[in-house]
T-cell receptor
Framework: ETGVTQTPRHLVMGMTNKKSLKCEQH?????MYWYKQSAKKPLELMFV???????ENNSVPSRFSPECPNSSHLFLHLHTLQPEDSALYLC?????????????FGPGTRLTVL | AQSVTQLDSHVSVSEGTPVLLRCNYS??????LFWYVQHPNKGLQLLLK??????LVKGINGFEAEFKKSETSFHLTKPSAHMSDAAEYFC????????????FGSGTRLQVQP
């Protein structure tokens, strides 16, 4: 359970605030992911980083800005969010050069936008 | 395109009775298939994965799943439910095309009655 950690676990912010979510993986992986889990909807992939380069961006609004400074850390910078952005944000990591890489997830950050 | 259908949004069983959570997928390529479990306010934990080896896959906590290509199914089973199995279960598919994106089912909430 401590392979992928996320901070904070809970965050409440106003629509004009700027905040950041942090993810750290201790598994020696080289790929990291951000997912959004909203009520009543399947998990949605937001961003993929492989070897610290963004390789996928699934049409995510620009008010979400990812940053991957090294293979162990991933951030999601948030600004001028909307109430519909309230969700559980999950980070995952994997070893992407294996043919059957498996993603391991953190506990998530529960975000509430007022 | 790939997709995953979890046929039941809710399943309720009595403690000690068998569990069956159903999953069907559609795929144009050879898939990797996963089952993840999410306990309340927790992240996703990998239960088991199928990666084109044995079609019957054993996972943690007594769960197993069988890959049936002819039926495009990957149902999750457990012979005897325990109270601690109450959680949400996600069937997940990843196409072996080089992309690392996972496609999640909508989830099945398992209730275990005493």
């Amino acid at each position: 359970e401590t392979g992928v950690t996320q901070t904070p676990r809970h965050l409440v912010m106003g629509m004009t605030n700027k905040k950041s979510l942090k993810c750290e993986q201790h598994l020696g992986h080289n790929a990291m992911y951000w997912y959004k889990q909203s009520a009543k909807k399947p998990l949605e992939l937001m961003f993929v980083y492989s070897l610290e380069e963004r390789v996928e961006n699934n049409s995510v609004p620009s008010r979400f800005s990812p940053e991957c400074p090294n293979s162990s850390h991933l951030f999601l910078h948030l600004h001028t969010l909307q109430p519909e952005d309230s969700a559980l944000y999950l980070c995952a990591s994997s070893q992407a050069d294996r043919s059957t890489d498996t993603q391991y997830f953190g506990p998530g950050t529960r975000l509430t936008v007022l | 395109a790939q997709s995953v259908t979890q046929l039941d949004s809710h399943v309720s069983v009595s403690e000690g009775t068998p569990v069956l959570l159903r999953c069907n997928y559609s795929s144009s390529y050879s898939p990797s298939l996963f089952w993840y479990v999410q306990h309340p306010n927790k992240g996703l934990q990998l239960l088991l994965k199928y990666t084109s080896a044995a079609t019957l896959v054993k996972g943690i906590n007594g769960f197993e799943a069988e890959f049936k290509k002819s039926e495009t199914s990957f149902h999750l089973t457990k012979p005897s439910a325990h109270m601690s199995d109450a959680a949400e279960y996600f069937c997940v598919v990843r196409m072996d095309t080089g992309r690392r994106a996972l496609t999640f089912g909508s989830g099945t909430r398992l209730q275990v009655q005493p």
